[in-house]
């Protein structure tokens, strides 16, 4: 299978060196042409256009940033819909608009080309171990036939019914981890400030019901002191974003969801929108004058799985 790849960031990239570990040829496009040479040294091929890319391939998988990035690449000016056939396929591995894939679904059926979203979450190092879980919404058929190229850069893979269900499930998810995210920072601070040590707390809270993924993944990062998760408040802002207006088309009141969309707003206004996500803990200890630093919290740097 020939398969193109638009969008080679930080989750892009490993995306794209498992896919070519899958056996399968590649071609690559993205608005920096800097981020392609790792996988053009890998095998990959480059496309001056996503409608190039579209014209090559078979199926196209797009990681972009935003909704906004997702329109531009698949209808804009020498965009994918103008290099597209009947019986080529679409995978949407972005966090997207509802409403705008649905949208954008739509207007591929038209001209014969399945549309299949399959957003991922579970943190950067999992996407360069092959290992992160994919979220799919499709009909049947079209995810079926492209099951075993989601395989090659996904490990769990959960089919959620119809379009539009993994873009709504996928948001829910980002807003609970931003939510945790917090309410680890609060812990960890109540504890540092009461005189326990953080290492020790952090140990006890991975052992109670007070766990979780986010604690087990990201916490890590904040004893360490580098915040290095390979995710932005610029992104977690889009993402509150997006579970604002799902709480809006259900009537759906988000008070820890508003709350915590207004503190990464915060962030950013203090450490910018390419800060790590992450930081949004910094704030407390910024506030109170009280890092909660960890001896043995090594940093377990993104690069370490580009091999």
């Given at each position: 299978m020939i398969v193109g790849l638009i969008g080679l960031g930080n989750l892009g990239y490993p995306v794209g060196k498992n896919i070519l570990k899958g056996g399968h040829a590649l071609v690559v496009h993205d608005l920096n042409r800097a981020t392609a040479d790792k996988l053009i040294e890998r095998g990959a091929t480059w496309a001056n256009s996503p409608m190039e890319v579209a014209q090559q391939t078979d199926v196209v998988v797009t990681i972009l940033p935003s909704p906004m990035s997702v329109c531009a690449v698949v209808e804009g000016e020498n965009g994918l819909i103008h290099g597209w056939s009947a019986g080529?396929?679409?995978?949407?591995?972005?966090?997207?608009?509802?409403?705008?894939?649905?949208?954008?679904?739509?207007?591929?059926?038209?001209?014969?080309?399945?549309?299949?979203?399959?957003?991922?979450?579970?943190?950067?190092?999992?996407?360069h171990e092959g290992t992160m879980t994919s979220l799919v919404g499709a009909n049947r058929a079209a995810f079926d036939k492209y099951l075993p190229l989601i395989q090659s850069y996904a490990g769990d893979i959960l089919y959620l019914g119809e379009i539009g269900s993994a873009s709504t499930a996928k948001v829910i998810t980002n807003m609970l981890a931003f939510i945790h995210l917090w309410a680890l920072g609060e812990g960890l601070m109540l504890g540092k400030r009461n005189g326990l040590e953080t290492g020790a707390l952090f140990e006890a809270i991975k052992a109670s019901c007070g766990n979780s993924f986010v604690a087990e993944t990201e916490g890590p990062e904040i004893l360490n002191g580098t915040y290095d998760y390979?995710?932005?408040?610029?992104?977690?802002?889009?993402?509150?974003?997006?579970?604002?207006?799902?709480?809006?088309?259900?009537?759906?009141?988000?008070?820890?969801?508003?709350?915590?969309?207004?503190?990464?707003?915060?962030?950013?206004g203090r450490y910018g929108k390419q800060a790590w996500s992450t930081?949004?803990?910094?704030?407390?200890?910024?506030?109170?004058?009280?890092?909660?630093?960890?001896?043995?919290?090594?940093?377990?740097?993104?690069?370490?799985?580009?091999?």
């Open positions: 080529k396929a679409w995978i949407d591995s972005s966090t997207n608009d509802l409403t705008e894939l649905q949208r954008l679904a739509q207007k591929c059926a038209e001209i014969g080309v399945d549309v299949i979203e399959a957003p991922m979450t579970g943190g950067i190092p999992r996407a390979g995710f932005t408040l610029e992104l977690a802002a889009k993402d509150s974003h997006l579970a604002y207006e799902l709480a809006r088309r259900g009537n759906v009141p988000l008070e820890m969801g508003g709350m915590v969309e207004q503190l990464i707003h915060r962030g950013i930081q949004l803990v910094k704030l407390l200890e910024d506030d109170l004058n009280t890092d909660l630093r960890a001896d043995g919290y090594e940093s377990q740097p993104i690069d370490r799985a580009l091999e």
